[in-house]
């Protein structure tokens, strides 16, 4: 029962809160709020993953920026006013686990396949993160094909966004904030806390965008990758807990008006150094990734001219605007229940 009621708390709606929210996580009974890789690290790749496109699209992505960067923190808001948006940004594969130790055997790679073996129902309710950015590539595909420079924005961004949650480890398992091993508040920890502490020291010089003839493979190899991280990712925290002591764990920072609890710089320092630059490793993937997909797509949509494009200014569209309200909307609420 313990394990159903924590899958019907994370389905319905805590999964995708997981993110920015990190200063509320270690106060709040119920698990956090926040987003993936915090809004700070999804707008740093995707503005990092425009400098690896070759001279026939950044010039374009250049112009646009302002609108991927912003927007890449829309699928995360969206999930407010969209019921299905949720599943679409993680994956539990330890839900699959078996007796073989070959995670390529865990879930089929194809989503026909899978739904086939788990039920579509199943696979919603564990998470669709890398059959999504399949059809994201695809819609993206697309939109170059009818040089439709509204979507290509719109798939460019929000594909950035959920290639990044893949090279999170923690978006690939039902422990994905440590609720089963009393570690709550782990998944703000790594991918929102340690960044912003960290960013400044970490480097992007990643290469330039590859040409990927398969991506749904690629994004499973990251997948597995993340996946594999885990045990570190657990038990490294606790590690860190122990070298400097729970009383030195958190520590109370003030931020506008509020007063809040956050994990201590030093503690998160002592987390960070102790797995050995894997935040960064990750980080510098993911902008890669989403700069090869970018560009993966643009060569599977036919290579247009992007510097042909005229981009007027994009107006936000419905679904944009209630996401956001109602993004900002949860925010409040969420201050004001800790004013009590
Ligand atoms: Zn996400």
């Known amino acids: 029962m313990l394990y159903q009621s924590l899958r019907e708390i994370s389905f319905t709606s805590t999964k995708i809160w997981i993110c920015s929210l990190v200063f509320f996580t270690s106060t709040s009974r119920t698990p956090p709020k926040t987003n993936s890789w915090g809004f700070f690290g999804h707008k740093k790749i995707n503005e990092l993953a425009i400098y690896t496109l070759p001279s026939e699209m950044i010039g374009f992505y250049k112009r646009n920026r302002d609108f991927l960067i912003e927007n890449s923190v829309l699928p995360d808001k969206r999930r407010y006013i969209i019921k299905t948006e949720g599943p679409k940004h993680f994956i539990d594969l330890d839900h699959y686990e078996n007796d073989t130790t070959d995670l390529k055997n865990w879930v089929p790679i194809y989503w026909s396949k899978a739904k086939e073996k788990y039920s579509q129902d199943t696979l919603m309710e ?192 419905r679904e944009t605007k209630d996401s956001i309200r109602a993004y900002q909307n949860e925010i409040l609420k969420l201050n004001r229940s800790h004013e009590h």
Not at 168 to 181: A, F, I, K, S
Not at 206 to 233: C, F, M, N, T
Not at 257 to 280: C, G, P, R, T, W
Request: hydrophobic fraction near 40%.
């Open 126 to 317: 564990y998470g669709i993160l890398p059959w999504n950015i399949q059809w994201m590539i695809r819609k993206l595909e697309k939109a170059f094909l009818n040089k439709d420079i509204k979507l290509i924005l719109k798939y460019s961004s929000e594909l950035g966004h959920y290639v990044s949650d893949a090279h999170v480890p923690l978006h690939t398992t039902e422990n994905y904030n440590g609720q089963l091993t009393n570690q709550n508040g782990i998944h703000g920890l790594w991918e929102s806390r340690l960044v912003e502490l960290q960013f400044e020291n970490y480097e992007f010089f990643v290469g330039k965008a590859i040409y990927h003839e398969d991506p749904l493979r690629s994004i499973w190899k990251v997948i597995y990758e993340s996946h594999q991280y885990l045990p570190q990712v657990f038990e490294l925290e606790m590690l860190a807990t122990d070298s400097i002591g729970n009383e030195n764990k958190f520590s109370i920072e003030r931020r506008g008006e509020a007063i809040q609890k956050n994990y201590s710089s030093q503690f998160s320092n002592v987390y960070h150094d102790l797995m050995d630059d894997m935040v960064q490793k990750r980080m510098r993937k993911s902008v890669l990734l989403v700069g090869s997909l970018w560009f993966t797509a643009w060569v599977n949509g036919g290579q247009p001219n992007l510097d042909s494009l005229i981009v007027d200014k994009i107006l936000m569209n």
